[in-house]
């Protein structure tokens, strides 16, 4: 049984860093499509960054130059460092897993099957 566990969310201030982790279980984050995406208070799911099985990396224009996405293998985890925060990050970031990525639909929450219960980010400025 897959179980995505996220962690690292808080409270910070806007121009601060944070780096969020999602621990895996039941599959390997080595080989598997895994994304993060956030979803604000009366906000869509909102699509942030994608690390392939293949080891490509997309980022969504947000995220761009503030945003990084990593896997650790040997302690099968997903990471987002995030900084330069700003009031716009606010949201509740969610770590998300499938077998593998289809680049057209990467950035589409329906592309994975596996998702975590969420980290929350407040960012105040």
């Known amino acids: 049984q897959v179980q995505l566990v996220e962690s690292g969310g808080a409270s910070v201030q806007a121009g601060g860093s944070l780096k969020l982790s999602c621990a895996a279980s039941?599959?390997?984050?080595?080989?598997?499509?895994m994304a993060w995406f956030r979803q604000g208070i009366g906000k869509e799911r909102e699509w942030v960054a994608v690390f392939s099985g293949s080891g490509w990396v997309r980022l969504a224009d947000s995220a761009k130059g503030r945003f990084t996405i990593s896997k650790d293998v040997a302690k099968n985890m997903l990471y987002l460092q995030m900084n330069s925060l700003n009031a716009e990050d606010t949201a509740m970031y969610y770590c998300a897993a499938s077998a593998w990525c289809i680049t057209t639909t990467s950035s589409d929450p329906h592309g994975f099957s596996y998702w975590g219960q969420g980290t929350q980010v407040t960012v105040s400025s």
């Open positions: 039941g599959m390997t984050v080595s080989s598997a499509c």
